[in-house]
């Protein structure tokens, strides 16, 4: 299936294009080169020299622009070579193909569709996540072996978590929640509500008495095509829920090729907010969840499936799915949109 | 080539599968979960869950059915799901195909094709190995690079063992022997026998006189697909026969996919039965000419061959390749005559 | 696109091919076994054994002969079959292509194409870098992931040493040279040439007074395929040429696939010949340009074209182009003529 073009994808923590260095990934199946100018600005351009072929990414930055490593071609921002060491003139043929990039709560968002498009009052938003102090908040990357759309089905259908994180975030409330879907815009919120029910194991150590029974909630919102905001509240069942313990936390799945993904998470609280101990537990927790718990089985899973089409192998759909289902339904509607519009602005 | 169903094949050695505990297997290309239920008796499914497509073995056995491990459904022998923890009733398409599995002999055979045709009574007989004490025995198996017929060839065709195996149980009597072949039925047998020369180094040292001359003799007994009994007896030149060294071997290949195979093979033999250093010995020997010398032959053929039909590369063949022959034109005749029945059957 | 057939090739360094040891290489996607008769002659045979279809390098040399390991068939460096232990015959069949091989200036030089048409007279002639004395000589074989034709283009281009080995053989004096080309029969000659220049790093070392002036030129001399020699002068700026440091190097690139090729360089001079220490480490120079400069630039370049026809992608070509343009245009005109030939040859 293709991909949506005309969207923001996250391309990268902003923090990890750094001042002189070029940070290098594919992204829907091209290369691309990510650096930032002398005023801090970010540039991303097509990881591809148009004299040999070379990966750009091989060279140096070299001020605004960035040098081939082969025979040093200089491109900048824009994607226009403006050295030519070989010839007084430049070849108006020598340029590279650049992408709208914009930075925004510490997130690097790539535009890979038409550029007249990109409508930067949708950018995703993720202030609340950017506002947490340092000692209340976490991020990680993980590079995994399947289709991002695998990462939102898993993300939309925690009730996973009860059999594959059962000593950690898991515990068999999501399971019994029976979750709610409704439709925001182009959003898919999906909640999983569960009153006089057991915390899981990672949260009921921060109870005021552990193994009390708790009102636990969480409210996934999904975002095309693979950018997901969770909102979760655990609080003791006779308690106001505005004073239970609350974290937003952000999984965000870009797609490296048809197989492959980035899989960006951040994890941020409102209680304890200055126990840097607190934070590096749940990173841990989190990190040994994604890397040794989700990512082996979305890879047997995407191995065993052959294709990124789930409803052609049809499967045997559960209560459990439907928010998943729906984010799938609605991101392929997106795509046959964008495909039947980009058919006709092409004459035939 | 397409594999011939309808036939028993050899899934594991029956102590493989472990009460309460899960082994997968890819068989003739297809993913199989193997498991006991709480009486003991085997079980194999198709080892891929029908609601989101994750392998069962990454799952855990729950009493006398196993459980996804992703989402938690559980099936039970027969494929059919028993439990669904996201609701209360249980969507009928939920099931899982089962296969036919019998335990004999130590082994666990499994019938890959229309379960309506397995007919117990046709199950390879391995008593004779079966019975001999476990200091008179060893068993192995190894995941070899070839496709299952390169296996039966080997094993067919005993001269390679005056080459590739020329430290061990080669040594020039095969070449010398100028092989028999006969057919009996749906097995092929073919006889290697000469008198009056050297016993070969592995079985010199259990000679009353190392270096006497002998009468070697052995017996191949192949049947489909690629199971073999190999019955050896070596005496001193003029002793009777039933006073020789015997050995009963199996040699056993089972399809992995078409280019690789599952390789089992047992060791016995009927002299010094109690001596445990023999047995160890013989086990090395073994295990080191099926790892570092048939294995890595195999591999290189099965590269250069880049093909599973022999035939279509018209092979200049040898008179010791009779046997060999024989198997595989039987083979391929038994493959093409179930194609035939399956066109027969489906109507067009 | 084809390899050009009727070409000698280097198939390898003369001693890698050691009295009573195989070589085996792949080449023009061909596997080939080589050794050496009694007498010394080389031989070259394709790799596979034409009964059972294995390498026939995984065998031994057994007098002028090579028996297969397998079952003990013997070829001869014609290819004929000249021992079957296993028949009191020889099955006419049973034959090995063999191919014409050549050991000139320490190289064997193997013709891929038909035998009839391999001419001796046209060997590339290497004499000059063969007569230098050992201490004053070095020689390399490096496996590239790329396709031969790049490797050419690297060497013919040699302005991609002032970008990619600026510490060693670049330093700016290629780019500013602005080449000459010229074609002299079946060859392109490239000429790098500036006066009143800096020498490279790895020279400049041995010049009379280290960072003087001088004239700086190397000619690259091309023959199809990817057949190259470098000869290099750099000369005190107010100094004859004769009296300046003079080297002669040879590239070699011989395809292995379409996709990965054997690169042999040869490093020769005619200053300090008795210094081994200069020897040591000019070869420890050249070694690291080659495996960790040059060889992941072209494996990524190779990746990122994934095909062979560099003029299909439309590249944008530079003044410094012009030898590598001219070379890739001849080998492919050769290649053309030589397919064009072939259909002429073959009845319809």
């Known amino acids: 299936m293709p991909f949506l073009e005309n969207a923001w994808y996250m391309a990268a923590w902003a923090d990890e294009i750094k001042p002189g260095e070029m940070l290098h990934r594919k992204l829907l199946n091209r290369p691309i080169v990510f650096f930032r100018r002398s005023d801090m600005q970010l540039a991303a351009l097509h990881d591809l020299c148009p004299h040999r072929f070379v990966p750009l990414h091989l060279g140096r930055v070299k001020g605004d622009a960035i040098e081939c490593g082969y025979h040093g071609l200089q491109f900048d921002c824009s994607g226009r070579c403006v050295a030519n060491p070989h010839s007084d003139t430049i070849p108006s043929a020598a340029r590279v193909k650049s992408y709208v990039i914009e930075e925004k709560d510490g997130i690097a968002w790539i535009w890979m569709g038409e550029p007249s498009l990109a409508d930067r009052t949708r950018l995703p938003d993720f202030s609340r996540l950017h506002s947490a102090p340092p000692s209340a908040g976490s991020r990680g990357y993980l590079r995994t072996g399947c289709n991002y759309k695998l990462i939102a089905d898993n993300v939309m259908d925690l009730s996973h978590a009860d059999f594959v994180h059962s000593d950690s975030v ?28 057991s915390a899981p194991p990672a949260y009921d150590r921060h109870m005021p008495e552990p193994g009390q029974p708790v009102h636990f909630r969480t409210v996934v919102h999904w975002q095309a095509p693979a950018i997901m905001h969770l909102d979760i509240t655990i609080t003791p069942q006779n308690d106001p829920q505005s004073e239970g313990l609350r974290t937003d936390n952000a999984h965000i799945a870009t797609p490296e090729t048809e197989t492959t993904s980035h899989y960006f998470y951040w994890l941020t609280r409102r209680f304890c907010v200055d126990d840097e101990e607190i934070n590096s537990r749940r990173q841990a927790i989190m990190h040994n969840a994604f890397s040794n718990e989700d990512e082996p089985m979305l890879r047997a899973q995407q191995q065993a499936m052959e294709t990124d089409d789930l409803f052609a192998l049809k499967p045997v759909l559960l209560p459990s799915d439907a ?18 519009a980009r058919r006709t602005q092409t004459p035939t």
């Not at 919120?189 to 569960?194: A, D, K, L």
């Not at 609605?330 to 495909?339: A, F, H």
């Open 170 to 197: 898991g515990g068999g409330a999501f399971t019994r929640a029976r979750p709610q879907v409704a439709e925001h815009g182009d959003e898919v919120h999906i909640t999983w509500e569960c009153k006089h029910d």
């Open 323 to 340: 928010g998943a289902v729906r984010a799938r339904r609605k991101l392929e509607q997106m795509i046959r949109d964008e495909q039947a």
